[in-house]
């Protein structure tokens, strides 16, 4: 089992809609949470980042870690055909700052 | 906001040969930077933790003598893919940072011929 599970996709979308995306993990010690946009051929940019549970909300995203499902998502409203891109949940413990990362979801938002 | 260049963004080497990829921390000082590699449609695997002034942190699994690292000065790190082979055929991608929320470089995609 991996540490860190992400629906790999791809997902379809009509632009303007609500996308959510989702990873489950199963190292308890996590305490940090990041969502990073990648696009084809480039280095990850960092979206997101939350420490241990809760919500966390910047223009049209959202992030929610829910600690005790082992859970994380990130929601984009009104998502524009430039969302389109993978996107990769990234987990670390404390006092470890090397990252574990999902697999990525492809994000594919039609105009 | 913190800027991570890494260079050169894509390479093809002939197997045997070693390249060498750079990654620089611009507007920062990093005494810690970590390589990642990725296959195609796969996630970031982490390499090995570069740290200035001793010797990187390897993952299991990962050959050291075949991934040199060496993390001279607070804004670079270096690795060497020596010996290449196709199978080292993949995009590697640095990063550092100050907290958690780290910066990735653009990567490098590496093809041995």
């Known amino acids: 089992q991996k540490e860190v599970e992400q629906d790999p996709g791809p997902l379809s979308v009509p632009e303007g809609a609500i996308v959510s995306l989702n990873c489950t993990y199963s190292?308890?010690?996590?305490?940090?949470f990041m969502w990073y946009r990648q696009y084809s051929r480039k280095g990850p940019e960092l979206l997101m980042y939350?420490?241990?549970?809760g919500n966390k909300e910047d223009g049209r995203f959202t992030a929610q870690v829910d600690k005790s499902s082992k859970y994380i998502s990130l929601f984009i409203r009104d998502s524009q055909p430039s969302d389109s891109a993978t996107y990769l949940c990234a987990m670390s413990e404390v006092g470890r700052r090397a990252l574990t990362f999902g697999s990525g979801t492809r994000l594919q938002v039609q105009p | 906001g913190a800027v991570v260049s890494q260079h050169p963004s894509r390479v093809i080497c002939k197997s045997g040969t070693s390249v060498k990829i750079e990654c620089r921390s611009l507007d920062f000082q990093a005494t810690t930077m970590f390589w990642y590699r990725q296959f195609p449609k796969q996630s970031l695997m982490l390499m090995a933790t570069?740290?200035?002034?001793?010797?990187?942190?390897?993952e299991q699994g990962v050959e050291k003598d075949k991934f040199l690292i060496n993390h001279a000065s607070l804004t670079l790190s270096t690795l060497t893919v020596t010996s290449a082979h196709p199978e080292d055929s993949s995009f590697y991608i640095c990063?550092?940072?100050?907290?958690?929320?780290?910066?990735f470089g653009s990567g490098t995609r590496l093809t041995v011929v």
């Open positions: 990063s550092a940072g100050q907290n958690y929320g780290y910066t």
């Open positions: 190292n308890s010690a996590f305490q940090y």
């Open positions: 570069s740290n200035e002034g001793s010797k990187a942190t390897y």
């Open positions: 939350t420490y241990s549970s």
